[in-house]
Every structure is written in C-alpha cells, then in structure tokens.
C-alpha cells in the first residue's frame, strides 16, 4: 500500500501516492487519471528499490483545483511540477509520465534539462497536432462551456457498477476486470452515490489547440535517456513516428496488447521494461 504526502507548491496543496525509499522516481498520470490507479507499477518499482512518488496534477485525485476564475494550462501543470521537486527537495529525479503527464515530463525535460536524469514516456508524445483554423471555435466553446458545467457541477453516479461503466465508455479497450480496482480508487462518496476525484472543468473544451510545432521544440533539448514506450495504439495517429523522432536520446519498447491505459493493463510488463530503463540496462538508444 501507498502512504500519502501533501506539499504545498505554486499556491495549491498537492498530494502525492509514496512507496518505497531510496532514490525518487516520479509518476506522472494523465488525462483524468490519478496517482492512486498506479498502485501496482509503485509497488513494483519500490520493490526494485526506489520511491515512487505518484503526483496527482491539480484538479486532479486529492490535489487542489485550480481556484475560482482561473483554469488548467500545461505551463500551470509545469510550474506546479517544478514547485513540488522544489518542496520535498529533489533537485533532480527519474520521471515516468503517461499519455497527457508526459507532455508536461517533456516541457520539464526540455526546459530544465539538469533536473530529469532519466524520462519514460508511455504514450506521452503529445496528442496530433491541430490547425490553427479551430482557435477561434475552441475560444468561443471554452468560454460558453466553463460556466455551463460550473453550474452543473460534478455528475453523481448512484453505484460502483455505474462508475465502472462509465470507465468502460471511456476506455473501451481495458477488461472489465481491471476496471473495478481503478474504479473504486477514482472516486469518493457522496450522498447518493459516488462522484469522480478530477474537477469537472477538464471535461470543457480547452481554449488551447495543440500547438505541435511549439511542443516539439522541446524534445531536442532533453539529454537524459528517454524511453518510448507503446502499448499498441501511439502509433494509430500519423504524427507519432516522426515526433518520437525528436527524442534525440530515445529508444523504444511495444508492449503488445496492453492499449493506452498499459499501467492498468500489463503492469508487470512495464515493471520489467521500466526496471530495465531505469538501472541503465540496454541503454543505447
């Protein structure tokens, strides 16, 4: 089992997932995610012999949300980064980061180089990039979204069993089996049921497109080793091979079969690959 810490870092309080002692290794989930639905790549990588420290980003899991007027932007998700190390006192630290957490470990790596000394990526490239033409419509639906949900405020789900169905929509792909575990960890009680730990507003439509040109400019800065790891659907978008290109110091690994959610899926498998990285095993790219 993990234990939780909190720290105060870039004016919110965050909370992160422990396990393990010696050197740090830091988590960093995705999209709707959180620290908690790694337990089982935490404890194998404490078993290995580091402290895993899993961050949940703001508005995400037990970590503060953004307050009242403002919103989430990858540089906030970045600063709050770089305050955490800063708190607990890592000057420099290995990071393993999936899908939307490695975009923020990419912007930590190119732009503080000297503070990752290892990065793995589970399908954390970035998402495809997007014309300049939709700026406009997405301006216009963020600002005419946010207070529409602000006024709904979080969904209630009246079962476990409806909560491990609406995992299901939004994952697919992901067994049933090991939906129920991440389900359970994903939400808290309320009356009338249970609602999701992520703040609603990340279920609005960002004002930001994907700027790709600007967001590759950050990989050819990384020196550290960097590790791209495939769970069988990176490469479904045409901009991922050349984009993993960019990663100057990367080497690859497929985990066949295990889809996006790989730390649900095959933990073990990405245990070992990521044992593998981090110890230095097979290290040229």
């Not at 732009?111 to 495809?128: D, H, M, N, Q, S």
Request: negative net charge.
């Amino acid at each position: 089992m993990s234990a939780s810490r909190f720290v105060v870092a870039n004016g919110l309080q965050h909370h992160l997932r422990v396990w393990g002692e010696g050197e740090p290794v830091l988590l960093l989930h995705g999209y709707l995610d959180l620290a908690a639905s790694f337990e089982r790549v935490g404890l194998g990588l404490a078993a290995a012999g580091w402290q895993v420290l899993a961050l949940d980003f703001r508005g995400h899991g037990e970590t503060d949300r953004a307050p009242e007027g403002s919103y989430y932007h990858f540089p906030d998700y970045l600063a709050d980064v770089v305050g955490v190390l800063d708190a607990l006192g890592v000057p420099a630290v290995r990071v393993v980061a999936h899908s939307m957490g490695g975009s923020v470990a990419t912007m930590l790596a190119g732009a503080f180089p000297e503070r990752v000394t290892a990065l793995a990526l589970l399908e954390g490239i970035g998402p495809p990039a997007m014309p300049a033409e939709v700026a406009p419509d997405r301006t216009r639906a963020w600002i005419e979204g946010v207070p529409k949900v602000r006024a709904r405020g979080p969904r209630v789900h009246p079962t476990m069993d409806e909560v491990r169905r609406r995992l299901q929509a939004s994952h697919p792909t992901v067994p049933e089996a090991c939906l129920l575990g991440v389900a359970e960890r994903s939400v808290r009680a309320v009356d009338g049921g249970y609602v999701f730990l992520f703040d609603p507003l990340h279920q609005t439509l960002s004002p930001n497109r994907f700027d790709a040109e600007g967001f590759e400019a950050y990989a050819p800065r990384i020196t550290c080793p960097v590790l791209l790891v495939d769970g069988g659907e990176a490469a479904r978008y045409p901009d991922y091979v050349p984009r993993a290109k960019r990663y100057a110091t990367a080497r690859s690994v497929e985990l066949p079969g295990a889809g996006h959610m790989m730390h649900w899926t095959r933990p073990e498998a990405l245990i070992a690959a990521l044992v593998a990285f981090l110890r230095g095993e097979g290290a040229s790219p």
